[in-house]
């Protein structure tokens, strides 16, 4: 079985960490990255939220957040893991670029390969949980369940499914940018066997006419 091993954003696969730049939007907000985020939401205090969002580099946001260990909400380990997979599943659905690279990947093995990281990590020797990695995996599952096709870019009901139709997402930047990579390619792809394979839920009824 192929493994793919990854760790820094520079290195082959970074695209994987969770340092990696790319935006994210969870509840309502946009992250400047996964990190940003699940080190946001180990702390019940929003003003450090505020605090972290406004951080230029990962590093520092985990520097930050270690130095704030006695802050930490007291359900942290409890609810880590599914709150880590629902960060990971958001930048893989939001970004046709990277959903690609994951699916790619095939039935590779994917190991976030760092020696100072025993949970979301291999611990350098293989002995880690490799968290990151299985979460990765899953989130692959998820996306194979919707389409093989690693080209197909997905609808947008499916890859921002709390951004309102009628919302301002979709009239500037990030979101108008996808609605018309995405208009274009259903009719490249054929409106009618797109919308075989993605009929519109009711509140994006009209979206094909
Ligand atoms: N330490 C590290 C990465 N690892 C990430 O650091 C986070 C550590 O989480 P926690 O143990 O909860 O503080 C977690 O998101 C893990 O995937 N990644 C990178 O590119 N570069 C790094 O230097």
Redesign the pocket.
């Known amino acids: 079985m192929e493994e793919i091993k990854?760790?820094?954003?520079s290195e082959p696969y970074?695209e994987f960490?969770?340092?990696?730049y790319t935006p994210v939007i969870l509840l309502n907000e946009i992250w400047p990255t996964?990190?940003h985020y699940?080190?946001s939401i180990?702390f019940e205090d929003v003003n450090l939220w505020d605090r972290i969002k406004v951080m230029k580099a990962?590093?520092d946001v985990?520097n930050l957040?270690?130095k704030l260990q006695h802050k930490l909400r007291p359900d942290w380990e409890d609810v880590?893991d599914a709150i880590?997979l629902k960060a990971v599943k958001a930048k893989f659905f939001q970004h046709h670029r990277l959903k690609k690279i994951l699916l790619e990947t095939g039935d590779a093995t994917i190991i976030?390969h760092?020696p100072?990281?025993n949970?979301?990590?291999d611990g350098g020797d293989g002995t880690g949980k490799n968290k990151?990695g299985l979460i990765l995996m899953h989130v692959r599952e998820q996306l194979l369940e919707i389409s093989k096709d690693p080209d197909l870019i997905l609808p947008p009901w499916i890859m921002f499914p709390n951004n309102d139709r009628g919302g301002m997402f979709w009239n500037m930047g990030w979101g108008e940018d996808y609605i018309m990579e995405w208009s274009r390619f259903v009719d490249q792809f054929g409106a009618e066997a797109y919308r075989n394979l993605f009929p519109e839920p009711l509140d994006w009824e009209g979206t094909y006419n």
Do not use: C, I, R, T
């Open positions: 990854f760790f820094k954003p970074g960490s969770n340092f990696y996964v990190e699940v080190q180990k990962p590093q985990a957040s270690s880590k880590m976030q760092n100072n990281d949970y979301w990590a990151l």
